[in-house]
């Protein structure tokens, strides 16, 4: 069964640090671009962080610049995101997808036209 599975969330203090995990089962994940995207009550979901299949490309949005790190381990078939330097407003449901063979300079971290979901991990960060 081809699946993504989130985990990592949790409630943290303002300041705090979590790591998520995004660990792919049924398929591989070598080659392709994944997206963490997280999604707040009442809010749309938007790009957090994207990593190209080859590794050689990330993207963060401008409000995680310096503070999240996307990386992938692919012995592992999982790809990460650290979190650092945590806000209340960084409490959302963080969803992590796949789409194979895609690269956009122009669109570097799109939501449409993925793959593969996983359900979401909850991050709460408390002030």
């Known amino acids: 069964q081809v699946q993504l599975v989130e985990s990592g969330g949790g409630l943290v203090q303002s300041g705090g640090s979590l790591r998520l995990s995004c660990a792919a089962s049924?398929?591989?994940?070598?080659?392709?671009?994944i997206g963490w995207f997280r999604q707040a009550p009442g809010k749309e979901r938007e790009g957090v962080s994207c990593i190209s299949g080859s590794d050689a490309m990330t993207w963060y949005a401008d409000s995680e610049k310096g503070r999240f790190t996307i990386s992938r381990d692919h012995a592992k078939n999982t790809v990460y995101l650290e979190m650092n330097s945590l806000k209340p407003e960084d409490t959302a449901v963080y969803y992590c997808?796949?789409?194979?063979?895609?690269?956009?300079?122009?669109?570097?971290?799109?939501?449409?036209?993925?793959?593969?979901w996983g359900k979401g991990t909850q991050v709460t960060v408390s002030s």
């Open positions: 049924g398929f591989g994940l070598d080659s392709y671009f």
């Open positions: 997808a796949a789409r194979l063979d895609y690269y956009s300079s122009y669109d570097p971290c799109p939501y449409d036209g993925m793959d593969y």
